[in-house]
């Protein structure tokens, strides 16, 4: 079945420096990939989507000078979180489509990556 | 903002017990679909029910779909201690953008 990695799993970095947060898919190339939120027992919040070759589409509330994303290449696409502050801390998931799969609705989605900003 | 509500928060029963998890929504829908996520880990994909279905079926898992309702729901039948996890269901619209609900906790008991 289709495979998202992220990389790292887990950081630790201090406030007010910048973390990159990769999400790849393995064994299938997706054309959009999103990027998403979660604290601790809540749901998932979507944060912005990533389009392969041009900018990525924020949500409303989401800086995107703070959370840079790039998505260069069918199977890569980076978060990374700029200027980091404890408020920032938080689980972040990306999902990815295949797009050889032609018309999906289904996304899969990567472990996720802990960040912790001290 | 968040679209699916899920009732209840948390659920609690015994190993072989069936589990019902609802799952409610305000906009008008392509498909729902319904996540599972282990502490601290990522979502895996159980089931996708598109508008036009009503019910869905995948080994243990049993989905319904009410569009009339704005409704779903989610039975796990002979529950496992293994199916302890969160649950969450996410609305599918256009550009296949998902909107999760808030999720059920589940604690399958031994």
């Known amino acids: 079945g289709a495979v998202v990695s992220q990389h790292p799993s887990w950081v630790i970095c201090k406030s007010g420096t910048s973390v990159k947060i990769e999400c790849r898919s393995l064994d299938f190339q997706a054309t959009t990939m999103f990027w998403y939120r979660q604290f601790p027992k809540q749901s998932l919040m979507l944060m912005a989507t990533?389009?392969?070759?041009?900018?990525?589409?924020?949500e409303q509330g989401v800086e995107k000078d703070k959370f840079l994303i790039n998505h260069a290449s069918l199977t890569l696409s980076t978060l990374t979180v700029t200027s980091a502050h404890p408020e920032d801390s938080s689980f972040y998931i990306c999902?990815?489509?295949?797009?050889?799969?032609?018309?999906?609705?289904?996304?899969?989605f990567g472990p996720g990556t802990r960040l912790t900003v001290l | 903002s968040q679209q699916g509500e899920e009732d209840p928060q948390a659920l609690s029963i015994q190993e072989g017990e069936n589990a019902t998890m609802n799952c409610s929504y305000k906009t008008s829908i392509n498909n729902l679909q319904w996540y599972r996520q282990n502490s601290g880990r990522g979502l895996v994909h159980l089931i996708l029910i598109r508008s036009n279905e009503r019910e869905k079926h995948s080994g243990r898992l049993r989905v319904t779909l009410d569009t009339s309702k704005k409704s779903s729901s989610l039975l796990i039948t002979a529950s496992r201690a293994a199916d302890t996890a969160s649950y969450f269901c996410a609305t599918g619209t256009s550009g296949s953008r998902l909107t999760f609900g808030e999720g059920t906790q589940l604690t399958v008991n031994p």
């Open positions: 999902s990815a489509r295949d797009f050889l799969a032609g018309v999906t609705d289904t996304q899969y």
């Open positions: 990533s389009n392969e070759g041009s900018k990525a589409t924020y």
